[in-house]
């Protein structure tokens, strides 16, 4: 308990110095040097999440800005807000200032957080405020957790994340395909984009392509990489997510 607790301790000390000293930075899709998972529960039981969303967002569309400005095809950049965010904050104000203070058209933000249906009835508004600026809205891990049907008809969603857990066991598991399958039909019936996370082989690839998957994300396309690495792929018209 000990090592445990002292390791909690270094982490936040860490993350503290990091937010005062600017020393954090993002990799492109989906992870950075020292993993999410492994500072974020941390971030929010500290009272971190805060800033470190907002450097998030702002350093995101900033960048985004930024290759845009250098001539690079435009891509959208897919922002996870923490619940405790949406809770803390009014985050309709705060993507309008950092979307003016960047200079980065709406169209090409989307935020997207499962987490936020705990709170759907707070959340109602302020999503529909956000989608009412342009800005896109996403579904994290639909189907599991708090992300059900029933919210479907309640937020302005446009677009549902298929978790990786069901995209994993594509090829050895017909469950999981039926789901997926059944995730994508649902979601085209009610004329929303998807999104599969986590795609790492080439059968999972074509499983998708061939049931008319709007998009993928995962190691099948690359590894997170810093933002110098990105321009390549722009080019190439791999857009990382």
């Known amino acids: 308990m000990n090592a445990t607790v002292g390791a909690r301790m270094n982490l936040e000390r860490r993350l503290r110095r990091a937010l005062r000293d600017g020393k954090f930075l993002l990799h492109y ?18 009272g971190l999440i805060g800033p470190l969303s907002e450097w998030v967002l702002r350093e995101a569309c900033r960048q985004n800005k930024a290759w845009q400005d250098a ?57 529909e405020e956000l ?9 994290d891990d639909f189907d599991t957790g708090y992300s059900s049907l029933s919210y479907l008809k309640r937020f302005p969603v446009h ?9 994993a066991d594509i090829g050895s598991s017909d469950d999981d395909e039926t789901i ?4 994508i039909a649902l979601a085209h019936s009610l004329e929303l984009q998807v999104i599969a996370e986590g795609v790492e082989t080439s059968v999972q ?28 792929l722009l080019r190439q018209g791999v857009l990382p997510n």
């Open 29 to 46: 899709p989906q992870q950075g040097l020292v993993p999410p998972a492994s500072f974020i529960p941390v971030a929010e039981e500290s």
């Open 180 to 183: 997926t399958s059944a995730i």
């Open 71 to 127: 001539g690079l095809p435009p891509a959208r950049a897919s922002v996870n807000l923490s619940a405790r965010h949406f809770q803390q904050r009014d985050i309709a104000n705060l993507v309008t200032s950092v979307l003016d203070e960047t200079g980065l058209a709406p169209r090409y933000l989307e935020l997207t957080e499962s987490a936020i249906m705990r709170n759907a009835e707070e959340a109602v508004s302020m999503l």
């Open 131 to 139: 989608s009412s600026l342009g800005i896109g809205i996403a579904i």
């Open 159 to 167: 677009r549902l994340k298929i978790n990786r857990s069901f995209v």
């Open 205 to 232: 690839h074509e499983f998708l392509r061939e049931r008319d998957c709007d998009e993928m994300q995962g190691y099948f396309f690359s590894r997170p990489m810093p933002q110098e690495a990105i321009p390549g």
